[in-house]
Nanobody
Framework: VQLQAFGGGLVQAGDSLKLSCSAS????????AGWFRQAPGKGREFVAA????????YYVEHVKGRFTISRLNTKNTVYLQMNNLKPEDTAIYYC????????????????????WGKGTQVTVSS
């Protein structure tokens, strides 16, 4: 499966953005999906993940209540709705696909993802 993330941009603190990750190739419904981000000078950070069926979602603590991950397998797309954005959310956001077993135990581990899309830049000004 090939992934492409888009929807980033420059916004002000408190604004919202919705990122999309479009998949092509094999049926995206066979893959769990995650969003990661990397801020300047920092390592890659897990943000959110969703099981392939969409029946469970996971978040890093500091985005809970602000970010929502969802998916439409009929459209081979995963979304990340980001509300009340903060300057510390500034980063390049990447989507990734995983087929790992026991996903609920490994969703935040980037090494468990086998395919990554090119990132999309999100910049939040104060």
């Amino acid at each position: 499966v090939q992934l492409q993330a888009f929807g980033g941009g420059l916004v002000q603190a408190g604004d919202s953005l919705k990122l999309s990750c479009s998949a092509s190739g094999r049926a995206f419904g066979n893959y769990h999906a995650g969003w990661f981000r990397q801020a300047p000078g920092k390592g890659r950070e897990f943000v959110a993940a969703i099981r392939r069926s969409g029946d469970a979602a996971y978040y890093v603590e500091h985005v809970k209540g602000r970010f929502t991950i969802s998916r439409l397998n009929t459209k081979n797309t995963v979304y990340l709705q980001m509300n009340n954005l903060k300057p510390e959310d500034t980063a390049i956001y990447y989507c990734a696909a995983s087929i790992t077993a026991s996903y609920s135990a490994h969703y935040s581990n980037a090494e468990r993802y086998i395919q990554w899309g090119k990132g999309t830049q999100v910049t939040v000004s104060s």
